[in-house]
């Protein structure tokens, strides 16, 4: 009776009793088939005869590997016989092996299943799936421990950097100023910030202030200490420029003045041409002593944005130059 494995549907109805007897010998038959197979197909590869009863038994025999391999590796892709010999090689390596033994307990032990009743690749199979599982138990738990060490070790660090900053009532979202930027990333994780590194900034893209959406750079300065961050709304055109940009204006403009305590030490109205791309038309503005704070207008390429700056006193002297856009560097 024909027999059809799954793998590449591969019919073994003309293989002779000589496959038969292989897929089925003994446990020490088994033992010597390898040997005999090789040596076959061997001599199949550098001796085989012209006549046709030889050409037939070696193709039977190199059928026998193919079906093997197939049924072993569930490849069904055109192997030469090079390749089939290199692999029933490694494999009758391991079957020869002293430790096959353990193995064949092993798996009988773990499984249920006689030896016997199983392919040799079958149980290889078993037992490189069960190391690669282990494997990769080992690699995680290898991982998690690094990430907690990275973990513990960030937290320390942080703590550090907490110690030496000064902290003011406008640190946004409790990141002082003064840190380094590894403290400022690992400060922003905590916060909840998802910040990208841009080199001497580091951007987020989504900031919450009440109901809106601010979009926010993190600067650093010659030394890599964050030194001041920046908000900016999403732009419009000039026809929103009084309905939604200029409200947006008035929502820092509010949130400063809750998180300072005090209102601006200095108001001014923004005339339409007071807006000129490359600088600030400042709307409120507050001293704080060690920390300044400017609201206002910006434009670029025609399009306008509310933007807000924050930085420690030393960086007045930028009010005096003009206050770059962080949106288009």
Known sequence: MAKTFAAGQLDLSEIDLIHYHFL????????????????????????????????????TLEMTLRADYILCTRDSSE?????????????????????YGGLLKEFHKETGIRPDDVRPCEIISWK???????????LLLQEEQERET????????????LSKAKTTSV?????????????????AARAGLMLIDEGNYLRGEELQIGTSTFRGAFYLDKD???WKYELESVTGSLDSLDSFIRPQADVLSRYFEERSGSPPDHLYRIGRFDIVQGRLAVHSM???????????????????????????????QEKKSGIKNVEQK
């Open 24 to 59: 089925h010998c003994t446990p020490l038959r088994r033992l010597i088939r390898p040997a005999f197979l090789l040596s076959a197909l061997f001599y199949h590869v550098l001796y085989a005869s012209e006549k046709d009863s030889g050409k037939a038994f070696f193709d």
């Open 150 to 161: 990275l973990k513990r070790a960030d937290s320390l660090f942080a703590e550090q950097e």
């Open 171 to 187: 640190d946004f979202d409790g990141i002082p100023f003064g840190v380094s930027k590894r403290g400022l990333r690992i400060l």
């Open 286 to 316: 507050w001293d704080l002593g060690n920390v300044a704070i400017f609201t206002g207008l910006a434009t670029w390429k025609y399009r306008y944005y509310a933007k807000a700056v924050v930085s420690r006193k030393a960086s007045l």
């Open 224 to 226: 890599g200490r964050y």
């Open 79 to 99: 192997q030469s016989v090079h390749d089939l010999l290199r692999w029933k090689k490694g494999l009758d390596q391991i079957i020869s092996s002293p430790l």
């Open 128 to 138: 490189q799936a069960k190391d690669a599982e282990l494997q990769e138990i080992e």
